[in-house]
């Protein structure tokens, strides 16, 4: 009964905190495009947001987790963002909870409007920093490097169909994935679909994450945005599903390089691990492997 009171106490601040936020922001000249991407001119220089969610592994473990995310854009086409964030963890009888490690970084975008189908082209370089938990199964447990790209065109008229696919750069912090997803802006609305598949080579007796995801975005009043998004696993090394909530002014648009897109979001409540949760273990003696996380 104190663990769901703390949590409900911690939800409610860090709701508050992202609605007194938006709020603000929102009687500001200028508002993001509740499609596109993060060059728009209009882009608030700085935006922030609250997202909470769940997620299940078939091989019991559970999680809860909480981020705020933190994003400023310094130049039209330039993103730096910061999600630190508090989880827990539940396998069988154990159970973890406290800081998730934190995941920052910087994205850049270069559009093609007069081109057809206008294309989008995205790159990131990110870095996790660990906050000391070595071992746990909030965190990889040390600091990880990674670089992604990604591309959005739009075939019609308020359709939009991106892809992104990332890589770490670092030994034992996980292998690399690629997502696929489809946008379709309903005005108000902006729902989405995609597939998700782990690149790399498994851990011991685990599986390659493939999952489906769906999820959708509203524009509450300009530019706060709520969405609902959702995973579900295809292979036993996915999560079995998952599941947030995100409030803010950081998640309009659908660039795969920020907290807009549908895994982009789910990545900001759960980690890498929201698509990929393998090739922690590929250094001997390293405390994230399948068996510890429950994954296998």
């Known amino acids: 009964m104190r663990s769901l009171l703390r949590w409900s106490t911690l939800a409610a601040f860090f709701l508050f905190y992202g609605v007194r936020v938006a709020e603000a922001q929102s009687r500001k000249p200028g508002s993001a495009d509740s499609t596109r991407s993060l060059s728009d001119n209009g882009s608030p220089w700085f935006s922030s947001g609250v997202t909470a969610g769940a997620m299940s592994f078939t091989g019991g473990r559970s999680q809860q987790a909480m981020s705020v995310l933190?994003?400023?854009?310094?130049?039209?086409?330039?993103?730096?963002s910061a999600a630190p964030g508090f989880g827990r963890t539940t396998f069988g009888t154990l159970s973890s909870k406290g800081l998730t490690d934190i995941p920052i970084a910087s994205a850049g975008q270069y559009s093609a409007a007069s081109y057809p189908w206008s294309p989008a082209?995205?790159?990131?370089l990110s870095t996790v920093v660990s906050t000391g938990q070595s071992g746990s199964t909030l965190g990889v447990g040390r600091t990880s490097l990674a670089v992604g790209g990604g591309l959005s065109v739009s075939p019609l008229s308020h359709t939009y169909l991106s892809a992104d696919a990332s890589r770490p750069l670092t030994t034992a912090s996980g292998n690399g994935s690629a997502d696929v997803w489809i946008s379709r802006s309903l005005g108000s609305a902006t729902p989405s679909f995609g597939f998700s598949a782990e690149i790399g080579r498994a851990d011991s007796a685990a599986t390659l994450a493939r999952s489906v995801a769906g999820g959708v975005a509203f524009l509450v009043a300009d530019p706060i945005t709520v969405a609902f998004d959702g995973s579900h696993g295809l292979t036993s090394g996915a999560p079995k599903w998952t599941f947030s909530v995100s409030l803010g002014t950081a998640f309009s648009g659908i660039s795969p390089?920020?907290?807009?897109?549908?895994?982009?979001?789910?990545?900001?409540?759960?980690?890498s691990r929201a698509t990929s949760s393998s090739g922690y273990s590929k250094t001997p003696g390293s405390g994230t492997s399948c068996r510890r996380l429950g994954t296998c």
């Open 257 to 271: 390089m920020s907290g807009g897109s549908i895994f982009g979001r789910l990545k900001n409540a759960f980690g």
């Open 70 to 80: 933190l994003q400023v854009r310094p130049m039209p086409w330039l993103s730096l």
């Open 121 to 124: 082209f995205f790159g990131s």
